[in-house]
Nanobody, 119 residues
């Protein structure tokens, strides 16, 4: 069973930074691509970033390129999303995901973590 547990959300001022974490099992890390999605109130869930199972490829939503960085630490079975220069429009519930589809892995989901950006 794939279990994904996010952490690291919170309230930050515009221009600030947050780092989200997603903990998963070793099996998940070794067998699935992983990614981050987000959903703002009244909007559909959208893809944000993905990293392949080897950690050798990444893919980003255009609006976060240069500001967000996805990475994974296989020794800790943890994936990260470093978010810099945050904007009010980045505010959403962020979900960790895993799956077989590249570049939008979405077979398994975490419970989500709230990111709030004040202007």
């Amino acid at each position: 069973q794939v279990q994904l547990v996010e952490s690291g959300g919170g309230l930050v001022q515009a221009g600030g930074s947050l780092r989200l974490s997603c903990a998963a099992s070793e099996h998940t890390f070794s067998n699935y691509h992983m990614g981050w999605f987000r959903q703002a109130p009244g909007k559909e869930r959208e893809f944000v970033a993905a990293i392949n199972w080897r950690g050798s490829r990444t893919y980003y939503l255009d609006s976060v390129k240069g500001r967000f960085t996805i990475s994974k630490d296989n020794a800790k079975n943890t994936m990260y999303l470093q978010m810099n220069s945050l904007k009010p429009e980045d505010a959403a519930v962020y979900y960790c995901a895993a799956g077989n589809t590249w570049p939008r892995p979405s077979d398994y989901w975490g419970q989500g973590t709230q990111v709030t950006v004040s202007s």
